[in-house]
C-alpha cells in the first residue's frame, strides 16, 4: 500500500456488478481527548462503504478486505466541508454589515450564502462523489 493513500480494514457484506460494499468500523483518534464524550465524530460506528476493485470474482461476502482513499483527498474534503464555508461566512457577514448598517439584514444575508453554497454542494454531488473513490484489495 503506497504511504500517499489512508486505509482501514473492513468486511465484504456484498459483492456488486461495479465493486464491493464493505462494512468498516470507525475507529477515531479521539480515544485521548477530552471531548470525546460530547462529539458525535463516529467512534466505535460501523459504515458501509462502495469500494471499487479489480478482482470481484476471487472477493466473496464475508473476506477481509482493505479499504483505502488517496490521503489528499482528505484535505480537499475539509477544505470543503468547513474551511470554504467559514470564508463564505466570514465574508459575507464582514462585506453585509459594510453595506448594510443594520445586523439583522447582514445576519439574513450570511445565512442565505451559505444555505446557496450546500445547495451548490449538493447539486455537484454526485460529481464530487466521482473524486472521493475508495479501492478495496483482499490481504
Known amino acids: 500500500m503506497s ?3 489512508v486505509s482501514h480494514d473492513g468486511i465484504v457484506k456484498e459483492v ?3 465493486g464491493l460494499l464493505v ?3 470507525v475507529t477515531s483518534a479521539c480515544a485521548a481527548c477530552h471531548a470525546k464524550s460530547a462529539c458525535m465524530a463516529g467512534q ?4 458501509l462503504v462502495k469500494a471499487r476493485t479489480d478482482n470481484t470474482e476471487k472477493i466473496a461476502a464475508g473476506d477481509r478486505v482493505r479499504v483505502s482513499m488517496k ?3 482528505g484535505g480537499k474534503a475539509v477544505f470543503l466541508a468547513y474551511v470554504l464555508p467559514l470564508f463564505i461566512l466570514l465574508g459575507m457577514l464582514l462585506l453585509s454589515m459594510k453595506l448594510f448598517d443594520n445586523e439583522l439584514i447582514a445576519f439574513g ?3 442565505a450564502a451559505l444555505a446557496l ?3 451548490c454542494l449538493k447539486l455537484f454531488s454526485k460529481k464530487i462523489a466521482t473524486e472521493f473513490v475508495f479501492y478495496a484489495e483482499k490481504y
Open 3 to 5: 504511504q500517499n493513500n
Open 16 to 18: 456488486l456488478e461495479d
Open 23 to 25: 462494512e468498516m468500523k
Open 44 to 47: 466505535g460506528q460501523t459504515r
Open 71 to 73: 490521503a489528499s483527498l
Open 109 to 111: 444575508i450570511t445565512v
Open 117 to 119: 453554497y450546500y445547495i
